[in-house]
């Protein structure tokens, strides 16, 4: 019984083994207010939409307070902005502690292990993570849980690289920002961030054509195609633009840093996942434009995330598995046995 | 002669020899020429086998040349070294003084002059020139010398790293971090029910946790990845229970077993028998 929980800007995504299965719970990480009324509380109720009522005021949650701030054509407040707790939203705490308490439920055994991703520190932004890193973990030990915190770099590669023994690239290209890690037999030899995400690719593309930036998004998670075609005014070609500045703005900044650490001579594998991810084309794309860049690290192999969207909740929650394993072995002073890893196909379902 | 050195900054010093590259070129010309000169008047000397009954001419030239050319040589030398400004004034003099030597004698020698007391003052300019160009130069080599050792000395004191800005300021960063990291992990956040007190949630809240995926994953990574942290653990007795294990294996070894006692037990039982028997047998 272990979870791994993954607080991004635009999902909170929770992971925990049942049976054979793992079971990932996504939550959008948004909230819109409404007037409250009696009418409007029996149809959400109706309706099974998330909310909760305040002071005279309703505040939907999650994947519903997209729905209907889209509907409405209004814009759905976000408690998180570039990573981390946004400081211009005062009810930012509170609300994702309630999206995080929903998602996460509660513990199954007494203090039940739990790792939550953080980002690491941007390196082209004054922000610093340290606060959010600290309030998200006492939101979880609040909880009752046994709670760890780990980068997300280093979730997509305990998730995705564990063929090259955990030596490598990971990179999770999110909404707020790109975290990128480099480790080495599990250990990060570096890690940081890029204030850059998906957020980013919306605000410029609405900027550009005009669209709301709900609308932008909407589109851009329907399916859209990152390609040199593309339909004329729609916002596939400001898409394929912007994500193009992103991924050169994100390799730039990993040769830069790469430059600043003596990393073993070896050839690192890279992984990249992340909801942005996702677009049709965007990882051939990343792939030509790292083997273009001709990085100071040798790069053995470039792999995209079986599942980019929820690969970081699957590496926290790998990580909460190792934990507890460590834990229930030093309680019960077992000899550990060898246990013979066996490789077979992973079948993933959409 | 150097006071003027004493005020200089050591950090502007480049040694004795920097003046650079055109006055270095002439100096050794002028050294190279005084050189020539001097194997060609010695040469000369050897040839005409120059003596006091010599031609004047052979006498001249042969003067001429070595003069010429041990001054050329110390003015070559001189040129070549880094001079302060007292240091030029007496390079020019000397050079001066022997060169009027040098013409002095080659007017008088070939005007039939060449008398006391003018041989005296001619050779008295002579030396004086020489002995100015040596002393300058021989100054100039000791000054360069304390200085560089003195340099060698202080900066052999100064062992300690020079840092450039860049490593400063991460220095700087990765203090302030871990101090900021340090604070952080001793506050106690307080995120209680105060907040959310007036706050009703709605029927959904506890019946749905989102959008649900489910995936087949046995996820074996976990497994992988506790070999690739800790590679070499294996079991944790400690020391208490090898003690234990020894002295319950001293023990097996010292004692027979239950079994192996009740047998010999039971043999000494039929002894003890027999022998009454015996006994009691012989004694009838």
């Given at each position: 019984m272990a979870k791994g929980l993954d607080i991004g800007t635009m999902n909170i995504i929770c992971a925990e083994k049942e049976g054979d299965d793992i079971v990932f719970m996504r939550q959008r990480n948004a909230f819109m207010k409404l007037d409250s009324s009696d009418l409007t509380k029996n149809m959400l109720d109706t309706s099974k939409v998330l909310y909760i009522e305040e002071d005279g005021e309703i505040s939907l949650l999650g994947e519903d307070a997209f729905k209907f701030a889209t509907i409405f054509e209004k814009d759905a407040r976000r408690p998180m902005s570039q990573g981390i707790i946004s400081p211009k939203e005062k009810e930012a705490i509170p609300i994702?502690?309630?999206?995080?308490?929903?998602?996460?439920?509660?513990?199954?055994?007494?203090?039940?292990?739990?790792?939550?991703?953080t980002p690491a520190n941007p390196i082209d932004s004054d922000m610093d993570v340290l606060y959010h890193?600290?309030?998200?973990?006492?939101?979880?030990?609040?909880?009752?849980?046994?709670?760890?915190?780990?980068?997300?770099?280093?979730?997509?590669?305990?998730?995705?690289?564990?063929?090259?023994?955990?030596?490598?690239?990971?990179?999770?290209?999110?909404?707020?920002?790109?975290?990128?890690?480099?480790?080495?037999?599990?250990?990060?030899?570096?890690?940081?961030?890029?204030?850059?995400?998906?957020?980013?690719?919306?605000?410029?593309?609405?900027?550009?054509?005009?669209?709301?930036?709900?609308?932008?998004?909407?589109?851009?998670?329907?399916?859209?195609?990152?390609?040199?075609?593309?339909?004329?005014?729609?916002?596939?070609?400001?898409?394929?633009?912007y994500y193009d500045a992103l991924m050169t703005y994100v390799i730039q900044n990993l040769n830069r840093k790469l430059a600043e650490i003596a990393p073993p001579k070896v050839a690192f594998p890279v992984a990249v996942a992340g909801g942005s991810a996702l677009p049709e084309g965007f990882f051939e794309h990343f792939k030509k434009k790292l083997i273009e860049t001709k990085l100071r690290v040798e790069i053995s192999k470039i792999i995209r995330a079986k599942d980019p969207l929820n690969s970081v909740a699957r590496g926290c929650l790998i990580a909460a598995k190792t934990q507890e394993e460590k834990k229930y072995s030093k309680i019960n002073i077992i000899p550990k046995k060898e246990v013979p890893v066996k490789k077979h196909k992973k079948k993933w379902r959409k | 002669?150097?006071?003027?050195?004493?005020?200089?900054?050591?950090?502007?010093?480049?040694?004795?020899?920097?003046?650079?590259?055109?006055?270095?070129?002439?100096?050794?010309?002028?050294?190279?020429?005084?050189?020539?000169?001097?194997?060609?008047?010695?040469?000369?000397?050897?040839?005409?086998?120059?003596?006091?009954?010599?031609?004047?001419?052979?006498?001249?030239?042969t003067t001429i040349l070595v003069a010429s050319g041990v001054a050329l040589i110390l003015i070559g030398i001189n040129t070549m070294m880094r001079q302060t400004k007292y240091g030029k004034y007496i390079m020019i003099v000397s050079s001066l003084l022997s060169l009027i030597a040098v013409l002095s004698f080659v007017v008088s020698y070939y005007k039939n002059y060449w008398y006391y007391p003018l041989i005296s003052y001619v050779i008295a300019c002579?030396?004086?020139?020489?002995?100015?160009?040596?002393?300058?130069?021989?100054?100039?080599?000791?000054?360069?010398?304390?200085?560089?050792?003195?340099?060698?000395?202080?900066?052999?004191?100064?062992?300690?790293?020079?840092?450039?800005?860049?490593?400063?300021?991460?220095?700087?960063?990765?203090?302030?971090?871990?101090?900021?990291?340090?604070?952080?992990?001793?506050?106690?956040?307080?995120?209680?029910?105060?907040?959310?007190?007036?706050?009703?949630?709605?029927?959904?809240?506890?019946?749905?946790?989102?959008?649900?995926?489910?995936?087949?994953?046995?996820?074996?990574?976990?497994l992988i990845l506790e070999h690739a942290i800790s590679p070499g653990e294996t079991e944790k007795w400690g020391s208490i229970g090898l003690d234990k294990a020894s002295m319950q294996l001293s023990k097996a070894l010292e004692e027979p077993t239950t079994e192996k006692k009740r047998f010999v037990d039971f043999k000494e039982r039929i002894g003890k028998r027999w022998r009454k028997i015996t006994s009691f047998l012989r004694s009838k």
């Open positions: 994702m502690k309630l999206i995080v308490e929903n998602v996460l439920g509660q513990p199954r055994s007494s203090h039940e292990v739990l790792y939550i991703s890193k600290k309030t998200m973990e006492a939101l979880a030990k609040s909880m009752k849980y046994d709670t760890h915190v780990i980068d997300e770099g280093l979730a997509v590669i305990y998730s995705e690289l564990s063929d090259w023994n955990f030596t490598g690239l990971g990179i999770s290209v999110g909404a707020g920002l790109t975290n990128v890690t480099l480790a080495y037999l599990a250990t990060p030899l570096m890690s940081f961030s890029i204030a850059r995400g998906g957020d980013w690719i919306d605000e410029q593309v609405s900027k550009s054509t005009g669209l709301p930036k709900e609308h932008v998004t909407t589109t851009k998670e329907a399916g859209s195609k990152l390609g040199k075609e593309v339909k004329f005014g729609s916002a596939d070609g400001a898409l394929t633009i | 002669m150097h006071k003027e050195w004493e005020n200089e900054d050591i950090s502007e010093s480049k040694g004795i020899l920097y003046r650079g590259e055109l006055i270095y070129y002439l100096g050794a010309l002028i050294f190279g020429s005084g050189i020539a000169l001097l194997f060609i008047g010695t040469a000369f000397v050897m040839i005409f086998t120059v003596h006091s009954r010599s031609d004047p001419e052979e006498i001249m030239l002579y030396v004086i020139g020489f002995s100015m160009l040596l002393g300058n130069a021989f100054a100039n080599i000791t000054v360069w010398t304390i200085r560089g050792k003195s340099e060698v000395a202080t900066s052999g004191r100064d062992t300690g790293k020079i840092y450039t800005d860049e490593e400063i300021e991460r220095d700087i960063e990765e203090a302030t971090r871990k101090s900021m990291e340090l604070v952080a992990s001793e506050l106690q956040f307080e995120i209680g029910d105060s907040d959310l007190k007036n706050i009703k949630v709605g029927e959904a809240f506890y019946e749905s946790r989102g959008m649900v995926t489910r995936v087949k994953d046995d996820i074996d990574e976990s």
